[in-house]
């Protein structure tokens, strides 16, 4: 990861990218709009929702480890770099299980149709 402002415009991409598809999957006939809404909620609050835990804090100071700089140092990488997996993690599978869902509420006849044109 380069930095957080970068973080949440990959963050906001994606989303945008998944409610596009959600939203043109809703002019198809036989597509149930209710789900079709429904689906564009959820992107927009997995976009909120992961957007705010980007900035998140190291809750310890250098004096916590005994004047050990080094250690410090290797402790909030690993803080770090565990909390940006989980985000990572949570994201990707809250993004699946919404692609998940929008595939369902289109009917296969639809998505052949499509897949075909292309």
Not at 8 to 33: E, H, P, Q, T
Not at 50 to 78: C, I, N, Q, T
Not at 81 to 92: C, T, Y
Request: with cysteine; charged share 35%; aromatic share 10%.
């Amino acid at each position: 990861m380069a930095n957080k402002r970068t973080l949440k415009k990959n963050i906001s991409r994606i989303c945008g990218a998944l409610a596009g598809d959600a939203i043109l999957a809703g002019y198809f006939d036989k597509v149930d709009r209710d789900r079709i809404e429904d689906i564009v909620r959820r992107v927009a609050a997995l976009q909120e929702v992961s957007r705010a835990k980007v900035s998140f804090w190291y809750d310890k100071a250098p004096r916590d480890f005994e004047g050990d700089l080094r250690a410090y140092h290797k402790a909030r990488r690993a803080y770090f770099r565990a909390g940006f997996e989980k985000l990572r993690s949570e994201f990707n599978h809250e993004a699946i299980s919404i692609l998940k869902e929008l595939n369902e509420a289109v009917p296969a006849d639809v998505r052949q149709a499509v897949s075909d044109e292309q």
